[in-house]
């Protein structure tokens, strides 16, 4: 039997509340591990935090981050951006891919606000997802960061760990945060968020977790599909946590680390537009 049999068989008969249990003893390491995760995408509003989530859909939060000083000094708020010229908005968001559907996206967005809202980010997610671009991915990012409404931002990230810890099967977002939300107090839910994309993004990758490195070991059901060997391991660590890190990268793993390989995910609402896009 392989090590990654003998993990998955240790929890198979877990109980519902040893489930819950266990979940909240991970996010209690998680948060010892990461004391500084949080939102890696630079912002100082709810709307711009609003705006850069939308455009952070297959790309990297570095990407966002180094276009949107650009794009918020031309179009400060909603009641500017609601009347720019598509083009220049493409111009300034080129880089981070599928620019034309995510011009039109934010373009439309702010002139819903404009509209709507008299250019005022709503404050409840009922009304964000109604709102060009927006899922409740977003919804739950704005919510949590911008307003201190806990919420669960399930990303790729987010979805694969739970999986991975078994904390739901569900592939499908919305079901998933259901399941993943039950198992935690409320209040919990935005740090949650930030904890479990730190540690997917530092040590669970998609194709070969750091096993052998991971302080969750003795907690995951999944222990033993990635690399088991301690050296192997450390050596495939990221960031901040990287062997040839430097002690600034440990200082400031937020304006360091937000970058990622592993493209977010896009939000339902958006991903029909991107698709007309191609």
């Known amino acids: 039997m392989t090590v990654a049999e003998k993990s998955a068989r240790k929890f198979a008969k877990e109980t519902p509340l040893g489930r819950t249990r266990r979940a909240r003893k991970i996010h ?5 591990v990461y004391p500084n995760a949080k939102c890696e995408l630079d912002f100082e509003t709810p709307f711009q935090l609003l705006i850069a989530t939308v455009l952070s859909a297959q790309t990297t939060d570095i990407r966002v981050n180094a276009v949107t000083p650009g794009l918020f000094a031309a179009f400060p708020d909603a009641h500017s951006l609601a009347v720019a ?11 981070t891919g599928f620019y034309r559907a995510k011009a039109r996206n934010i373009v439309k967005l702010a002139n819903e606000l404009v509209d709507e809202y008299d250019g005022v980010v709503p404050n409840r997610l009922d009304k964000l997802v109604k709102l060009a671009g927006v899922g409740r991915k977003t ?34 977002p919305v079901k998933a945060e259901h399941e ?37 070991a003795a907690l995951c059901p999944s222990f033993g599909i990635g690399e088991l060997d301690p050296d192997k391991a450390r050596s495939m660590l990221r ?16 304006s360091s680390n937000a970058a990622t390989s592993d493209a977010s995910e896009l939000d339902a609402s958006e991903s029909d537009a991107v698709e007309n896009d191609r």
């Open 28 to 32: 209690r390491i998680l948060a010892e």
């Open 85 to 95: 010229n598509l083009i220049e908005v493409e111009e300034l968001i080129r880089s």
């Open 139 to 172: 919804a739950n990012v704005v919510l949590g960061n911008a307003f201190d409404t806990p919420g669960l931002t399930v990303d790729t990230h987010m979805g694969r760990l739970a999986r991975r810890f078994g904390w739901t099967e569900e592939t499908d």
């Open 180 to 216: 993943i939300a039950a198992l935690f107090p409320k209040r919990d839910l935005t740090l949650l968020s930030h904890r479990v994309i730190f540690h997917g993004r530092r040590i669970c990758h998609s194709r070969r977790p750091a096993c052998g490195a991971c302080p969750l």
């Open 239 to 254: 960031f901040e946590m990287a062997p040839e890190a430097t002690v600034a990268d440990a200082a400031a793993p937020e």
